[in-house]
């Protein structure tokens, strides 16, 4: 079946631009989260989306940041004003069910390609 | 603060032999720890996860060890195959969340013909 897919793929853009990254998760996975890799780093949680509703936000770095999910499925990552340290691969990724405790398949999360960022 | 480390960038093995990557965590709550690989281009694919009542899980080639008490789990891969050349990523879950996974820098393996 289809895995996650992410649009663009590539995306460069002047700095002071708005971009916008989408993410279409696996059919049927209720949770959704945005991460991002900087050159050289592991990558970094931003976002987690359960359904509509994001719990947990603290991991966006700045107020620049935001995302929302419509539909229990689609969701994009918009940057505002877009600055060089913003370059890095946002990843997305989707899991089956509820987020929880300990150790269960379901929690498995599944990422996509990825897009990368670049502000000139 | 770096709670899950990597600290060896790359890793050459010849095909065939035993690969084995490490990991360190210094958050005594994480609970599940997970192994991604990744492809150039491509996303993190799951490999294979402990849970941390566990000591040891074994999925084919693949076989990861937790060590609670000294906060270190590795990845075994045997034998090793060219197509496991790859960078492999520690991550960690718990600590007060159920759904962040915390990552490491990754290790790139390159196992050799």
């Known amino acids: 079946g289809a895995g996650v897919s992410q649009s663009p793929s590539n995306k460069v853009t002047e700095k002071g631009k708005d971009v916008e990254l989408r993410c279409d998760p696996i059919?049927?996975?209720?949770?959704l989260y945005w991460y991002r890799q900087s050159l050289g780093q592991g990558l970094e949680f931003l976002i987690y989306?359960?359904?509509?509703?994001?719990?947990?936000k603290s991991g966006l770095p700045s107020d620049r940041f935001s995302a929302e999910r419509t539909g229990g499925s689609v969701s994009t990552l918009t940057i505002q004003r877009t600055q060089q340290e913003d370059s890095a691969v946002y990843l997305c990724?989707?899991?089956?069910?509820?987020?929880?405790?300990?150790?269960?398949?379901?929690?498995?999360?599944?990422f996509g390609a990825g897009t990368r960022l670049s502000v000139l | 603060d770096q709670q899950v480390k990597q600290n060896s960038p790359s890793l050459s093995v010849q095909e065939g032999r035993i690969s084995i990557l490490n990991c360190d965590y210094t958050?005594?709550?994480?609970?599940?720890f997970l192994w991604y690989k990744k492809y150039p281009a491509e996303g993190p694919t799951f490999l294979i996860s402990?849970?941390?009542?566990?000591d040891k899980n074994e999925d084919g080639r693949f076989t990861v060890f937790l060590n609670k008490s000294a906060k270190h789990l590795s990845l075994h891969i045997v034998p090793s195959q060219p197509g496991d050349s790859a960078v492999y990523f520690c991550?960690?879950?718990?600590?007060?969340?159920?759904?962040?996974?915390?990552f490491g820098k990754g290790t790139l393996l390159t196992v050799n013909p």
């Open positions: 990724a989707s899991s089956l069910a509820k987020a929880s405790g300990g150790a269960h398949r379901s929690d498995i999360q599944y």
């Open positions: 059919s049927g996975h209720t949770a």
């Open positions: 989306f359960q359904g509509n509703s994001a719990p947990d």
């Open positions: 958050n005594s709550m994480f609970d599940y």
């Open positions: 402990i849970s941390s009542i566990k």
């Open positions: 991550a960690a879950k718990g600590g007060g969340s159920n759904y962040k996974l915390t």
